[in-house]
């Protein structure tokens, strides 16, 4: 392994990072671009001077095998199609590119691969901004001999001011970074914010500082040129055909508005003509995949102070549950319960243990009377350190006596890496670093991928700033994601958008159904145990425990006659992409039980029976 990066960036006046094929591609199309469609493009892109091309990490390597293709051959490609210019990867820290912490061998060896088959700068974060998250993958591409990145997750909230930001970015430093990154995931950098932070961190680290934001809001490209005057030495763009909504400013746009002055990228806007067209080309064949929600500016971002993709998951559930009326006091309980959690940036995962949270706490009748895992993963410290220490009253009332972990969240795992050898090994499977990452990130696609099946793509629909998707995502050992096992085409004659696949959820098989109107599942198989209701069952008891929203019930953990304690789970309901524990407020005998594991359940539907 070499000692240094192969492929340095040139050197213009403002370094321009291109963001195409990560948070274009991710954050307007889901991921939909293939590796043939990438490639050709990123080679027309070659040589242009660009500071690095961001096209690895981040949600593109579970949407390559979601389509049922290699991410690392698809890097190996890219590799060889762009010899001029430094390929970036986005990491999230100890997580990687997954949903959950992993034991510092994985992580190791994740980093040292990808340095092998082609990543010259890697882009580090976490979403709590705990640098312990993130010493560990820096040390790694450090010893590989690559550009590090180490990126804060901008945040707007009485506990993030210039100080805390600078100290961030000192510790930063002192890990060994070479550049640090102000990561505006949500759009919410305003001009004034921006200068104010660059002008401070330039000052104190004495290192490049690099501004990426979303257009998300509309304020991006002010902010850039606020960032830029105050000594930003680049900023992340993106070419135009997947520029603006919730994806970067336009490459195009920012190399003429610096041309001639004193701030010139030194980029030749002719040379990005036939990849633009290309591009555009590539666009039109996708453009059913084009999110209308990302493809626009959003004013409640700037209004609410909440990420776009947040604001549509809370308006989606409500109108599932019959509460639209409620967004008022759905966006209050944001607030409220972010300062509760000690101020943590909203950037996936984080957001979505908030945004559902607040709305358990509005609809469910009474606040944290129903709560996730991820939510007691957080308070147990599995996701890090939050920026101030959480509210000890509701860390009580969600962990009882239970004490949050102090150490690093990683500390608490075993190594994986020799154990996965032998899974592949014992599967028949290639026995090489590519197969047994695979096998260590996703093992739901690694026997698919093995067998050249394709899973279903939903399952890799990402979030906005192109981030892991947030289902199951605690610093922990996560609850297993549901495994797609087999597609099957729609019997002749039915509607040609319907099809039918399996997905298994802790161990059992259910028939999904989706359609142009959603998922609704079928039924398990085999079929529930002879505790749930059946059609013509006895009549719900008064005061049954009932579901607090619509969701999936995927665990009854009890029969009829269990004796249960006040506080027991009676069952697991999965909604807003997350797992929930509905617990008994009483204590007593299970008198009966009104639903299946499998079965989808509607607001205030009565699901067990305690007396």
């Known amino acids: 392994m070499s000692a240094a990066p192969r492929r340095q960036p040139k050197a213009p006046r403002l370094g321009l990072t291109?963001?195409?094929?990560r948070d274009g591609n991710q954050t307007l199309l889901g991921g939909r671009l293939d590796t043939e469609e990438i490639v050709p493009i990123a080679a027309l892109m070659d040589g242009v001077g660009f500071h690095a091309m961001e096209a690895f990490g981040g949600a593109t390597f579970e949407t390559h095998l979601a389509d049922g293709s290699d991410p690392w051959e698809y890097l190996r490609r890219l590799n060889e199609a762009t010899p001029?210019?430094?390929?970036?990867?986005?990491?999230?820290?100890?997580?990687?590119?997954?949903?959950?912490?992993?034991?510092?061998?994985?992580?190791?060896?994740?980093?040292?691969?990808?340095?092998?088959?082609?990543?010259?700068v890697f882009r580090f974060f976490d979403p709590l901004n705990d640098l312990r998250n993130m010493e560990?993958?820096?040390?790694?591409?450090?010893?590989?001999?690559?550009?590090?990145?180490?990126?804060?997750?901008?945040?707007?909230?009485?506990?993030?001011?210039?100080?805390?930001?600078?100290?961030l970015a000192k510790g930063l430093a002192q890990q060994g970074v070479d550049e640090v990154v102000i990561k505006d995931t949500s759009?919410?950098?305003?001009?004034?914010?921006?200068?104010?932070?660059?002008?401070?961190?330039?000052?104190?680290?004495?290192?490049?500082?690099i501004v990426h934001s979303h257009c998300s809001s509309g304020m991006a490209p002010m902010a850039y040129m606020a960032g830029i005057e105050a000594g930003a030495a680049a900023v992340d763009t993106a070419l135009s055909p997947l520029a603006w909504g919730a994806s970067?400013?336009?490459?195009?746009?920012?190399?003429?508005?610096?041309?001639?002055?004193?701030?010139?990228?030194?980029?030749d806007l002719e040379l990005l003509t036939a990849a633009r067209e290309r591009l555009q080309e590539v666009k039109e064949r996708h453009r059913e995949d084009l999110s209308p929600v990302a493809d626009r500016v959003d004013a409640d971002i700037l209004r609410f102070q909440v990420p776009g993709l947040m604001l549509q998951d809370v308006y989606a559930q409500l109108d599932s549950n019959g509460a639209s009326s409620r967004l008022g006091e759905v966006l209050a309980e944001i607030g409220r319960v972010r300062e509760e959690l000690g101020w943590p940036p909203l950037v996936s995962p984080i957001r979505g243990i908030v945004a559902s949270q607040a709305v358990y706490n509005v609809i469910g009748g009474s606040r944290y009377a129903t709560v996730t895992q991820e939510l007691k993963d957080?308070?147990?410290?599995?996701?890090?350190?939050?920026?101030?220490?959480?509210?000890?009253?509701?860390?009580?009332?969600?962990?009882?006596?239970?004490?949050p972990i102090t150490l690093r969240p990683a500390d608490l795992l075993e190594p994986m890496v020799e154990q996965a050898r032998a899974r592949v090994k014992k599967r028949g499977g290639e026995v090489s670093d590519d197969r047994v990452l695979i096998q260590l990130l996703f093992p739901e696609h690694a026997a698919a991928l093995d067998a050249g099946k394709r899973a279903p793509k939903a399952e890799a629909s990402s979030p906005p700033d192109g981030e892991v998707p947030e289902r199951s995502e605690g610093g922990g050992e996560p609850?297993?994601?549901?495994?797609?096992?087999?597609?099957?085409?729609?019997?002749?004659?039915?509607?040609?958008?319907?099809?039918?696949?399996?997905?298994?959820?802790?161990?059992?098989?259910?028939?999904?159904?989706?359609?142009?109107?959603g998922a609704g599942v079928a039924g398990p198989r085999p079929a529930a145990g002879p505790n749930a209701a059946e059609g013509g069952g006895p009549a719900p008891a008064a005061g049954a425990i009932t579901a607090p929203m619509q969701g999936l019930i995927v665990k009854i953990p009890v029969n009829v006659g269990d004796e249960v304690k006040l506080g027991d789970v009676v069952a697991v309901l999965e909604a807003m992409k997350m797992q929930n524990d509905i617990t008994t407020s009483v204590a007593g005998s299970v008198k009966a039980i009104y639903v299946k594991e499998g079965e989808v359940v509607s607001p205030n539907q009565a699901l067990v029976s305690v007396a």
């Open 187 to 209: 759009g919410l950098l305003s001009p004034q914010a921006t200068w104010e932070l660059v002008t401070a961190l330039v000052d104190t680290v004495k290192l490049p500082v």
């Open 18 to 21: 291109d963001t195409t094929f």
């Open 248 to 267: 970067q400013p336009a490459t195009e746009s920012v190399v003429a508005a610096l041309h001639g002055g004193d701030y010139d990228t030194g980029i």
């Open 136 to 167: 560990v993958a820096i040390a790694a591409a450090k010893k590989a001999g690559r550009r590090v990145q180490g990126a804060l997750c901008y945040a707007i909230s009485p506990a993030h001011d210039l100080q805390l930001w600078c100290s």
């Open 479 to 517: 609850e297993a994601p549901p495994t797609a096992d087999a597609v099957t085409s729609p019997a002749s004659g039915e509607d040609p958008r319907v099809s039918e696949f399996e997905v298994e959820v802790e161990g059992q098989v259910f028939k999904v159904r989706v359609s142009g109107g």
């Open 84 to 120: 001029k210019t430094p390929i970036q990867a986005l990491v999230r820290g100890q997580n990687l590119v997954a949903h959950h912490n992993f034991p510092d061998d994985v992580v190791q060896l994740f980093i040292s691969h990808a340095a092998e088959l082609g990543v010259d």
């Open 378 to 403: 957080y308070l147990q410290g599995l996701y890090g350190r939050p920026p101030v220490p959480a509210d000890p009253e509701v860390r009580r009332l969600v962990l009882g006596r239970e004490e």
